[in-house]
Nanobody, 123 residues
């Protein structure tokens, strides 16, 4: 069974920084696309950033230039460095990944979500 566990959320003042981590565990053959999403109260879940296994990245316009997504394939961990935070960044942040695992018939790829970590930007 694959699990994604986020950490690093918390309360930060406007202009501050946080680094989120997403650690994967389980019988993992490989991790393919990874992404970070967020959901503020009363809104839908929105894409923040994605990164492929080759390191190609994509960002939402609202975080471009402030957030950086990265990954350590050996550690099966993804990261989201968030700088110049503002109150509009307040949300629950979720990690998402396409993970390949072995099963009796061979390899299969499934999509997984973490449980989320709260980020609050407030003075």
């Amino acid at each position: 069974q694959v699990q994604l566990v986020e950490s690093g959320g918390g309360l930060v003042q406007p202009g501050g920084s946080l680094r989120l981590s997403c650690a994967a565990s389980g019988s993992i053959f490989s991790m393919n696309r990874m992404g970070w999403y967020r959901q503020a109260p009363g809104t839908g879940r929105e894409l923040v950033a994605t990164i492929t296994s080759a390191g190609n990245t994509n960002y939402a316009d609202s975080v471009q230039g402030r957030f950086t997504i990265s990954r350590d394939n050996a550690k099966k961990t993804g990261y989201l460095q968030m700088n110049s935070l503002n109150p509009e960044d307040t949300a629950v942040y979720y990690c998402n990944a396409d993970v390949a695992t072995w099963y009796t018939g061979g390899l299969r790829t499934d999509n997984y979500w973490g449980q989320g970590t709260q980020v609050t930007v407030s003075s």
